[in-house]
């Protein structure tokens, strides 16, 4: 059995900064790629950040120069650390894990999802 579980959402100002993190409990195959994905308030589920197992980072335009995405693979956690956070970052903050496919825009392919975390930046 695979769990993921979100923490570190809130409430920011525009400008702020939150990290969230992603506990992974049980065994995945750490050659497949993790990420983050958000869901805004009356929209579909967008891709945030992508990390395949050589480390290497992939991104939405929307996030890019704001969020950091990282993974400690000791302490079996992902990480997404945003900055300058702007009201249309409001939204249910998703970790997923287990895709064949490292991009963003490849949200069907990941096979484990986390409940989520709420995220709401204020201007």
């Known amino acids: 059995q695979v769990a993921l579980v979100e923490s570190g959402g809130g409430s920011v100002q525009d400008g702020g900064s939150l990290r969230l993190s992603c506990a992974v409990f049980?065994?995945?195959?750490?050659?497949?790629?993790m990420g983050w994905f958000r869901r805004p308030p009356g929209r579909g589920r967008e891709g945030v950040a992508i990390i395949d197992s050589h480390g290497t980072t992939y991104y939405a335009d929307s996030v890019k120069g704001r969020f950091t995405i990282s993974q400690d693979n000791a302490k079996s956690t992902l990480y997404l650390q945003m900055s300058s956070l702007k009201p249309e970052d409001t939204a249910m903050y998703y970790c997923a894990a287990m895709s064949p496919i490292c991009r963003p825009n490849y949200g069907s392919t990941f096979r484990f999802w986390g409940q989520g975390t709420q995220v709401t930046v204020s201007s």
């Open positions: 049980g065994s995945i195959y750490r050659t497949y790629c």
